[in-house]
């Protein structure tokens, strides 16, 4: 029996033929393969931190943009709005209020949405130090880690895109956990976050319900659409 395999959209084909051409930029390929993840989906946003005064602190329970944090990091440490190194876009990104202005291996936090989601997304942003599977997502169900390629560069460091995207429309989670991961002893790695997305599917039909799917692990999704062209 032959098993069908999910359909690639025909606009991600092209923009992975255009790419392994030299056609398009990696940072334009990346940003347009999350445009065709989450096609379909509706109701987007994405908090870029922008909005919000460099040095602004997230008590426990407070957030923006819709989202609220919840955490207990030792220190104990806040929650911080910083500008002080690179970052995906703008010049504000998320880390905590301690002299790195960053998260650290073995810290977690919550993000509420206050709504039910299909799809969440996020960069991570650390040093040439990184190693795979340091920096993890994860919803009921589902959990993603860095790969060893960064997504992007940034002015002093390197930008890791993190996503999932739950494809039954009947299910969904309300809240998602960015955890640094300590898979050494005595590991250490400092970490941002910036642009958190989350999206809403409406009521078309999806193909593979119930199932768990990236939406961006930079070379699981390149291989997906390489297969297809086969």
């Known amino acids: 029996m032959d098993v069908e395999r999910p359909k690639v959209p025909a606009e991600a084909v092209e923009l ?8 398009v930029s990696r940072r334009d ?10 096609a379909g989906l509706s109701a987007s946003q994405t908090v870029d931190f922008e909005a919000v005064a460099a040095d602004t602190l997230f008590p426990t329970g407070t957030g ?25 876009s703008g010049a504000n990104y998320l880390g905590l209020d301690n002299p790195d202005t960053a998260f650290y291996l073995g810290d977690s936090f919550t993000i509420d949405f206050n709504r039910t989601v299909h ?16 920096m993890q997502l994860s919803v009921a169900g589902g959990a993603v880690t860095n790969s060893a390629v960064a997504d992007t560069l940034v002015s002093d460091g390197q930008a890791f895109y993190l996503g999932l995207v739950e494809s039954d429309p009947g299910l969904g989670f309300t809240s998602a956990v960015v955890t ?43 291989s997906a659409l390489a297969r297809n062209r086969r």
């Not at 992975?16 to 056609?23: F, K, V």
């Not at 390929?29 to 989450?38: E, M, N, P, Q, T």
């Not at 250490?188 to 319900?209: H, N």
């Open 16 to 23: 992975y033929t255009r790419y392994i051409h030299g056609e």
């Open 29 to 38: 390929f990346l940003d347009g393969v999350k445009r065709s993840a989450i």
């Open 64 to 88: 923006t943009g819709g989202l609220t944090f919840t955490y207990a990091i030792a220190g104990p440490s806040t929650l911080q709005v910083s500008s002080m190194f690179g970052t995906t």
């Open 119 to 134: 799809a969440v997304g996020l960069y991570v942003i650390a040093g040439s130090d990184a190693q795979a599977g340091d």
């Open 180 to 222: 640094g991961v300590i898979s050494t002893p005595n590991a250490f790695l400092a970490f941002t976050v910036d642009d958190i997305t989350s999206a809403t599917r409406g009521t078309e039909a999806v193909p593979e319900p119930g199932t768990w799917v990236l939406l961006l692990t930079g070379l699981g999704l390149v």
